[in-house]
């Protein structure tokens, strides 16, 4: 019965981290909602900051839905390890162009470009959305850049929004960076949003409030720095000790002993007043 019990609630757990299941917390409401504004009045380039999972890859899927409601055509490109080439067959691939794989770097260029014309002439805007941005080579980075000079992106006909953790900036990005309309500093959660974030996490995937006991719930705070995606982390860990210990409280002792198990994050967390701070 254990193992049934906890694999279901795992598995909600799990599905919270999926696209579409962002938990709305204000930090993500404000970003999301500048991005939406950046592609509803046609912007140029959104880009958005924070510390390794705070949830940038959620709020960008998010963007990418919003975009689709707003009857853009939408197009996401994970740039982890990517060269230039890798970018441009992706992209044709998600704009549905039939790329074979002997295109040419140029054949590749040609075909975007013609498409995005293409549809600007007809007064369809696109959005292009890239995840990871600091995970991508040098030249993918170029490229970006070549995207950005686009008439179609100087016209208003395409939009750009990119996702980068923290820390890497005007070092890595260098002129990139300075192009962006739009700047977003995606913080981790304040005490009172983590304590509202557990809540929600109990609430949608059946546990009672109450299973975390005051201290712990505080505790929580301290151990995740308000990283939504340590934050679920402990609780799913805490949750499958207390059930195997058959314990229906869990106290800052247990939530303790259940971090120790885990690895320490390596990004620092920011203070709260220069990570709200937004660049427009």
């Known amino acids: 019965m254990h193992e049934r019990y906890w694999e279901q ?3 909600a757990l799990q599905g919270l981290l999926g696209q579409g299941r962002l938990i709305t917390t204000p930090p993500h409401e404000e970003a999301l909602a500048r991005l939406s504004y950046l592609v509803e009045h ?5 880009l958005m900051l924070g510390p390794a999972g705070t949830g940038k890859s959620l709020v960008l899927n998010a963007a990418a839905h919003e975009a689709k409601r707003l009857g853009r055509e939408v197009a996401t490109i994970e740039l982890f ?14 704009l549905r162009l039939g790329p074979a794989g002997h295109w040419s770097h140029g054949t590749l260029w040609r075909a975007v470009r013609d498409h995005w014309r293409a549809l600007h002439s007809a007064r369809l805007p696109s959005v292009l959305l890239f995840d990871h941005l600091e995970r991508a080579q040098a030249d993918c980075l170029s490229m970006i850049e070549r995207l950005l000079h686009l008439d179609v992106a100087n016209d208003g006909g395409l939009t750009i929004l990119a996702a ?4 890497h900036g005007q ?12 700047r977003i500093e995606l913080p981790g959660l304040s005490r009172r949003e983590t304590e509202s974030f557990v809540r929600e996490l109990l609430d949608r995937t059946g546990h ?4 975390f006991q005051r201290d712990a719930a505080e505790a929580m705070f ?5 990283v939504p995606r340590e934050i679920v982390r402990l609780c799913r860990l805490a949750l499958a000790v207390a059930e195997h210990e058959d314990v229906h409280r869990i106290d800052s002792v247990m ?26």
């Open 171 to 182: 070092l890595l990005f260098g002129e990139l960076a300075e192009q962006s309309e739009l």
């Open 42 to 46: 046609r912007g140029r380039f959104g």
């Open 81 to 94: 390890g990517i060269d230039s080439h890798d970018l441009l067959f992706q992209l044709a691939v998600g």
């Open 255 to 280: 939530l303790l002993d259940v971090a120790s198990e885990l690895p320490r994050p390596t990004d620092q967390r920011p203070s709260r007043e220069k990570m709200m701070a937004t660049t427009w």
């Open 9 to 11: 609630n795992d598995v």
């Open 222 to 226: 301290d151990l995740s720095g308000g």
């Open 208 to 211: 009672r409030r109450e299973v």
């Open 164 to 167: 980068a953790r923290a820390g």
